[in-house]
């Protein structure tokens, strides 16, 4: 090698490690069981999401602890319309619970954030218990809470009576009885709300960014320009919307924008930071950006 060479060499900075896509899926494989959560009285009927070691039902879970996140689904839907973002939550190294309870036409906000609580106080319990899949792979302190529309809203009133939890992020959250919005105020832990600029069900300035505006920093409101209410869902049903971006490219969005929340809050992912706070969030040019630290 010439002196020349290697001078230019030693003179060539190292080239820094481009960030993980959040958006496509995590390196782990996914498995699911159908569990009966118990917890403070309340029995809750879920299906959890995990890091596994293969894929498939009831597999035993990857070497490792795991943050856990409780979803809830929207007013009148099937929680099978959110496997997809279940599951990728859960191949980037989250537990993921998601109750089946208040499916009807009359379903209860307050015992809806209840039951994504049960979820949560339950899987913490499991890590202890012996026997339990869960046992030694649950991040105990480590507790986020998420969900879509209606599931979206109680989101925010589990986090609002749950201090242990740590981190919320939203899809289309909808106001709820009692107010998502008022419970929003009183929320200490850090609060995402992503919203579809054409969203014509929950509109984000009848319903997103109310809640955004009453929640204290850490805040924010992340807008999918040409997004729409049921583009949060992998299929839509009767009295849906459409916007002018794909399904497939909605959820790309908001599973890149979610996930990196969740894996700097919960995880402690350094490499999420910039992605979540930093130049690349607030010129993304599918989602725009409006936050406070």
């Given at each position: 090698m010439t002196l020349?060479l290697v001078?230019?060499?030693?003179?060539?900075?190292?080239a820094?490690?481009?960030?993980?896509d959040?958006?496509?899926?995590?390196?782990?494989p996914?498995a699911?069981s159908?569990?009966?959560?118990?917890a403070?009285?309340r029995?809750v009927?879920?299906?959890v999401?995990?890091?596994?070691?293969?894929?498939?039902t009831?597999?035993?879970?990857?070497?490792?602890?795991?943050?856990?996140?409780a979803?809830?689904?929207?007013?009148?839907?099937?929680?099978?319309?959110?496997?997809?973002?279940?599951?990728h939550l859960?191949s980037?190294g989250?537990?993921v619970?998601?109750?089946?309870?208040?499916?009807?036409?009359?379903p209860?906000?307050?015992?809806f954030?209840?039951?994504?609580?049960t979820?949560?106080?339950?899987?913490?319990?499991q890590d202890?218990?012996?026997?339990?899949?869960?046992r030694?792979?649950?991040?105990?302190t480590a507790l986020g809470v998420?969900?879509?529309s209606?599931?979206?809203?109680?989101?925010?009133?589990?986090a609002?009576?749950?201090?242990?939890?740590?981190a919320?992020?939203?899809?289309?959250a909808?106001e709820?009885?009692?107010?998502a919005k008022?419970?929003?105020?009183?929320?200490?832990a850090p609060?995402?709300?992503?919203?579809?600029s054409?969203?014509?069900?929950?509109?984000?300035?009848?319903?997103?960014?109310p809640?955004?505006?009453?929640?204290?920093?850490a805040?924010?409101l992340?807008t999918?320009t040409?997004?729409?209410?049921?583009?949060?869902?992998?299929?839509?049903g009767?009295?849906?919307d459409?916007?002018?971006?794909t399904?497939?490219?909605?959820?790309?969005a908001?599973?890149?924008?979610?996930?990196s929340?969740?894996r700097?809050y919960?995880?402690?992912?350094?490499a999420?930071?910039?992605?979540?706070?930093?130049?690349?969030?607030?010129?993304?040019p599918?989602?725009?950006?409006e936050?406070?630290?």
């Open positions: 020349a001078a230019s060499t030693l003179a060539t900075p190292t820094l490690a481009a960030p993980p959040y958006g496509l899926p995590g390196s782990y996914v699911y159908d569990v009966t959560a118990v403070g009285g029995s009927p879920a299906r999401h995990y890091p596994a070691t293969t894929s498939g009831n597999q035993p879970v990857a070497t490792g602890r795991f943050p856990v996140i979803f809830g689904h929207g007013f009148f839907q099937a929680t099978s319309k959110y496997t997809s973002t279940s599951t859960a980037w989250f537990v619970v998601v109750p089946t309870t208040q499916g009807g036409l009359s209860s906000h307050g015992a954030a209840d039951d994504l609580n979820g949560l106080t339950w899987l913490v319990a202890g218990t012996t026997g339990s899949r869960f030694d792979h649950i991040t105990t998420s969900g879509h209606m599931g979206g809203g109680a989101a925010v009133l589990a609002a009576r749950n201090p242990k939890i740590k919320v992020s939203t899809y289309a909808a709820t009885n009692p107010s008022a419970a929003a105020a009183t929320l200490a609060a995402q709300f992503l919203a579809g054409q969203d014509t069900i929950t509109p984000v300035g009848d319903h997103q960014r809640m955004f505006t009453a929640k204290p920093p805040r924010q992340r999918i040409g997004g729409f209410h049921c583009g949060f869902m992998d299929s839509s009767l009295f849906c459409n916007g002018s971006i399904r497939a490219a909605q959820l790309t908001s599973k890149r924008v979610m996930t929340w969740f700097h919960l995880s402690g992912d350094t999420a930071r910039d992605l979540v706070w930093g130049q690349p969030a607030r010129t993304d599918a989602v725009v950006f936050g406070t630290e």
